[in-house]
């Protein structure tokens, strides 16, 4: 079989990929249970998933088929020697700590903003963070399926911080190749709806090679694109407040301090009823979750 080209092509991959590592996925809940995400226990999960070491089927044939194809076929890892840092937003003792998290520190623009913010919530109560923490929990185990090597900012959602500079420079510091900060929005407006991918503009002011800050910048947008056509493609609409599901910010220090790609994710509007229902569902968020990790899958497809 040809592998598919173009975008369309690209999709259809990103799809089999995704299926292949679902299933993977499920195997592996079935043999080690809920796979904890968290950075000191990921390994195990990894290991267990990694080529050779897979108890699913045997490899596809040399040649037959295009990379993804055949990693598709065999349900081997296709994100291997991918490492994606995720960074839940907030935390849950945020608000608890409100010395702790209104200190400022630096905002990667030459000035400050405060450490870290508790985070919006529905109209219900279910606060941001958790939203934030689930979903990223539910994006590692899948992450980690394709064979990926996941890493994350906080190690639960019962703690404080860390702040956003810290965030930021995350994915440098680990030695990850991408940054994926997940947050959930609370517009005042209930009528507000949708989801929003916000890149730095303009890009990061950090110190590294301008040719390495170019290509960041560039592979943010494309990282961006991405994401919104995944979450599209799971049935999430982009939002009334940036109808081409793209926002561009200069004041977010978890973006301006990355040195790698990065995006942040607003996946929805938390005091918009309707979307607060599926946030608030075990479904919702694995739905958001799917579709997050499509678009890692995507993007790194779209840049092989
Ligand atoms: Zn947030």
């Known amino acids: 079989m040809t592998p598919p080209t173009g975008r369309a092509g690209r999709w ?37 998933l990694t080529p050779g070491a897979s108890r699913s089927s045997p490899p596809a ?8 194809a055949a990693a598709a076929a065999s349900g081997a890892a296709t994100l291997a020697g991918l490492t994606v840092a995720l960074d ?10 409100p010395r702790e998290i209104g200190a400022l520190v630096p905002d990667g623009r030459g000035g ?34 394709l064979g ?19 965030r930021g420079a995350f994915a440098q510091e680990v030695g990850a190749d991408v940054l994926v900060s997940v947050h959930a929005n609370g517009s005042d407006d209930r009528s ?15 110190e590294q090679d301008p040719g390495e800050r170019e290509a960041n910048a560039a592979a943010s947008e494309s990282l961006a ?16 407040l940036f109808p081409d599901g793209v926002s561009r910010r200069a004041d977010l220090a978890t973006l301006n301090l990355a040195e790698r790609p990065a995006v942040l994710l607003e996946l929805g509007e938390m005091r918009n009823a309707e979307e607060a ?22 993007w790194v497809e779209g840049a092989a």
Not at 150 to 158: C, G, I
């Open 148 to 166: 990926a090597r996941v890493v994350l900012t906080r190690p639960d959602d019962a703690g404080v911080g860390p702040c956003v500079d810290v």
């Open 225 to 240: 694109g991405d994401m919104v056509e995944a979450l599209s493609v799971a049935g999430f609409a982009p939002s009334s």
């Open 192 to 206: 507000a709806r949708g989801f929003f991918v916000i890149v730095a503009d303009p890009p990061p002011v950090v």
């Open 61 to 68: 044939p040399a040649g037959s088929e295009g990379p993804s």
């Open 12 to 48: 259809v991959a990103v799809l089999a990929v995704l299926l292949a590592g679902l299933t993977v996925g499920w195997l592996s809940w079935l043999a080690f249970g809920s796979g904890d995400a968290r950075p000191g226990s990921s390994a195990s999960l990894t290991a267990a």
């Open 112 to 145: 400050t903003k405060a450490c870290n913010t508790t985070g919006t919530s529905t109209d219900d109560g279910y606060p941001e963070h958790a939203f934030a923490w689930d979903v990223v929990e539910r994006t590692a185990a899948s992450l980690e399926a």
């Open 277 to 298: 229902a599926v946030m608030t569902s075990d479904e919702g968020r694995q739905r958001y979750a799917d579709a997050v990790t499509a678009g890692v899958v995507a």
């Open 88 to 97: 839940p937003g907030h935390n849950g003792g945020n608000a608890g700590a």
